[in-house]
């Protein structure tokens, strides 16, 4: 699986870091998203399929 995601659509909800925190996290000083880890371990695959149906922007690509 590899993540990508486009920062400029970015609304800083936070809901990314929330549902999978080991691989998401936010900006300090904007609350952007920021990818912690591109290609996340198996154990991590149906939080990180969570956090980009939960986006309110939609702005998380999983292939």
Do not use: N, W, Y
């Not at 659509?9 to 549902?19: E, I, L």
């Not at 691989?23 to 990180?48: K, N, Y």
């Amino acid at each position: 699986m590899r993540i990508s995601v486009d920062t400029a659509k970015c609304v800083a909800s936070g809901m990314c870091a929330f549902v999978a925190p080991e691989v998401f996290d936010q900006r300090a000083e904007d609350g952007v998203v920021v990818i912690r880890i591109r290609d996340p371990p198996e154990d991590q695959l149906d939080a990180v399929h969570e956090a980009a149906v939960r986006c309110p922007a939609q702005v998380i690509d999983v292939e």
